[in-house]
């Protein structure tokens, strides 16, 4: 993924940290922290961010974080000398390398509440993090994508949520969270690791949900980012997200095909009278594509 987004400042992520009454800096320093030592060497901007990101929260943080992230830190041998001593520690003089961070659960949970440039932040890191192979799913059917727009063009969310349940293979109740986030991010990230095409992704975008639909400026940008996000990327993202809820009822092949035959009746008519009125807005996406 191409970083061609400004970078969030000290203050939006503190900001963040803070953000409806729960502290979620200690989360916040360590997940840097784990990102940070994915990659065996930086570049000077990338230290400075870090070093001016960890140093604004070190101080702010409890003391098992402080410890936890001295430890990660030690054995690293890029890790920045002014982190190290404002943690009362120096770098291992072996440069033994760290071990596997286990991030995940804590890095789902702070994507869902971080903002556009942030989460644009974490998947760009996580895009260059080394990472274990995952293994490959079985491709997503033409027919799932069908019920996926359908249930958009509908304006009908629980249809969405619960055919995205099956198709990701998320907990019902992520699966919502996904469907209702009010900036789209998710959205985006769901499509790119179920081979969704662009068109079809702009259309969900643009009936699913009216807090994003009917911004113009927000699809558009929602469709630059799924441009960008490589398929490995959500595919690590969506890996997190399974860990963070129990996995989706299983469905027997008679209730799906029902389902499938009950969208495929109403598909049709919904269409017909809800695509036009959101035309304009596709035209003046492509036309800013151009």
Known sequence: MRNSFAPPTLDSLVDLACRDGVDIRPTLLRVLTDLYVQKPTHSAEEEVQYTELALGLIDAVDAPTREAVASRLASYPAAPAAILSRLGRTPSATGTPPRPAKREPDLAELFFAANS????????????????????????SSDVIGQLERAALQHNEGE??????????????????????????????????????????????????????????????????????????????????RQTGAQPKRYDRQHWDDERRSARSQATHASHHAAPSREPLLSRIKSNER
């Open 160 to 241: 969405f949520s619960r055919t995205l349940e099956r198709a990701l293979g998320v907990s019902g109740a992520l699966a919502e969270r996904i469907t209702r986030d009010p900036s789209g991010e998710p959205i985006v990230i769901a499509a790119r690791a179920l081979g969704m095409k662009a068109a079809v992704l702009q259309r969900i975008l643009l009936f699913l949900n009216p807090q994003v639909g009917q911004s113009v400026g927000r699809v558009f940008d929602l469709a630059r980012l799924f441009d960008e996000l490589s398929p490995a990327s959500a595919e690590r993202m969506l890996a997190i997200w």
């Open 117 to 140: 440039a942030e989460r644009r932040l974490i998947l760009t890191n996580l895009d260059a993090a080394p990472a274990e192979p995952l293994p490959r799913r079985a491709a997503v």
